[in-house]
């Protein structure tokens, strides 16, 4: 449609949309350069019950691949409307990444928000959580919890994950004692992954990457799932405990 | 620019066919044998039928033409030339990392190529895509897509003829080169493909039978396509796979080979006389 002057808005379970259709999108999409967004939905293994089939864990790590691709994965409501209206500025395939799972509002109104600059919440300087996608208010529970207990960290939520903010990871790297990643995401080729390219080029350090290190995932209820995966607040206090 | 004498446009299909060759060879690797199948085809479309200003490739109410079986890119390359969209002299760089002429055919480098195609099922979707447009802007421009008969093995060309059908595409021409082979072999072989006619029909198309290497035959069926209204047309047009040289005809071997020199000036000698 796009090719005859509108601009397409696809959408459907992430699964099909970066799974099934990645050679549509590839040779249709972003190798002529078309104005598509594909706003792919129940992304992660957050989408539960459905289980592994439905799951989808690898699609940040194969839309970011793709030459002119931009990638994004939202955090909240808020959030969300912004990026659906942002990406219509743009010129170029965008790959939207939306989850299932209902997430607390993190954003009001007064944010700023623009394609490819992470926001950084809090100032600490003990560590840095990168995250992105539906389990940013992991980290920000996290974050909380960790103060109370006098260890300060700061959340950055890597909404763009390409183009990736290359300045706020080193910015980060320099500034805090440790960073880590967390995604609802295969730790392969996703948000961890992007982070490590950028530091091991600019500015080498240790990264925990937190995400689902190499399997499938299976039925549950999401917050079960998050805590089977190791992907809650408690599992980032724990990582953060025992390094720090 | 629209010629109605047959016999002019046998002519410009012979000069396409040449040209086909003669990309193919200098490439040494490509298309030829469902390049010449659907040469007569492409002559209709770009000399006949199609609303399209060479001089301006862009412009937004021209009617579209999608390649689907885009490896068939040297014919789209030829006709494109012969009706002045680029320098026929650019036809030797085809295949080349000096020229924009991609071994299937890219948008964004050759003017007048409406999309993107290469990975086989894609196009009729595209093609959907640009129909539906013209009907919600109501530009009234047509969308012809080539596809091949091996290619609507995949599932996909499906998908987009019920979508077609859905949106009443009328608007909409889909031209099967059933030339009866694809790489491995004959279709009904390698897929029991038959009754292509009867598949497009049950999903809900108006359908034509036709030679698809007569000029006459192909320009009449585009004419009663444009008179269908609320649903799309398929054309099915029987051709020769490697039509307009012998050895190459009715060969699936000349799926994707280029001629050695001896047969390149055998197939020339053939196409000038």
Not at chain 1, 34 to 39: E, M, P, Y
Request: charged residues 25%; contains cysteine; hydrophobic residues 35%.
């Amino acid at each position: 449609m796009l090719v005859a002057g509108k601009i397409p808005y696809a959408s459907t379970f992430a699964v099909f949309a970066a799974g099934r259709a990645y050679d549509q999108i590839r040779n249709s999409i972003c190798y002529p350069n078309l104005n598509v967004k594909i706003c792919s939905t129940h992304a992660g293994i957050t989408v539960g019950e459905d289980g592994a089939t439905h799951q989808m864990l690898e699609d940040i790590s194969m839309m970011r691949t793709l030459p002119n691709m931009t990638v994004m994965s939202v955090s909240d409501d808020t959030q969300t409307k912004w990026a659906v209206e942002a990406i219509s500025k743009i010129k170029g395939p965008v790959y939207l990444r939306l989850s299932r799972m209902e997430t607390p509002i993190i954003y009001d109104e007064t944010q700023k928000f623009e394609i490819g600059k992470a926001i950084q919440i809090g100032e600490g300087t003990d560590a840095s959580i990168i995250a992105t996608g539906d389990i940013v208010c992991e980290a920000i529970k996290a974050k909380e919890e960790l103060e109370k207990q006098g260890i300060n960290v700061r959340v950055i939520d890597m909404h763009t994950i390409k183009p990736i903010d290359r300045q706020m990871i080193v910015k980060c790297a320099k500034e805090t004692k440790k960073i880590i990643t967390l995604e609802d995401h295969s730790i392969i080729g996703g948000l961890g992954s992007a982070v490590c390219e950028v530091l091991s080029e600019e500015y080498p350090c240790k990264v925990t990457r937190m995400g689902i290190n190499d399997q499938f995932g299976k039925s549950g209820k999401a917050e079960e799932l998050l805590k089977y995966f190791k992907l809650t607040a408690k599992d980032i206090i724990d990582i953060l405990g025992t390094t720090h | 620019m629209k010629i109605t004498d047959v016999k002019e446009l046998e002519k410009i299909s012979n000069e396409i066919r040449k040209n086909i060759v003669e990309q193919v060879y200098t490439a040494k690797s490509g298309h030829p044998g469902g390049s010449l199948s659907s040469a007569d085809i492409l002559t209709v479309l770009y000399f006949n039928q199609m609303n399209i200003d060479e001089k301006n490739p862009s412009s937004p109410l021209r009617d579209r033409f999608v390649l689907s079986k885009g490896h068939c890119s040297p014919a789209l390359y030829a006709v494109l030339a012969e009706r002045g969209y680029f320098e026929k002299e650019k036809l030797k760089e085809f295949r080349s990392t000096k020229g924009s002429l991609q071994g299937h055919p890219d948008m964004n480098k050759v003017p007048g190529v409406d999309m993107t195609t290469g990975s086989l099922g894609q196009g009729l979707s595209a093609s959907n895509g640009m129909a539906l447009t013209s009907k919600l802007n109501h530009d009234g421009f047509r969308v012809y897509c080539l596809l091949g008969d091996g290619e609507i093995e995949e599932g996909q060309v499906w998908e987009a003829a019920m979508t077609s059908y859905k949106y009443k595409l009328d608007n909409l021409c889909v031209i099967v080169d059933n030339n009866n082979l694809q790489i491995d072999g004959n279709v009904e072989s390698v897929k029991g493909l038959d009754n292509i006619e009867g598949k497009f029909k049950a999903f809900g198309f108006n359908t034509i039978s036709i030679d698809g290497n007569n000029i006459e035959q192909i320009i009449n069926a585009f004419e009663t396509a444009k008179l269908i209204k609320g649903k799309p047309t398929a054309i099915i047009a029987k051709t020769i796979k490697g039509k307009g040289v012998s050895f190459m005809e009715n060969d699936a071997g000349w799926h994707g080979k280029a001629p050695s020199e001896e047969e390149y000036n055998k197939a020339i000698k053939e196409l000038e006389k």
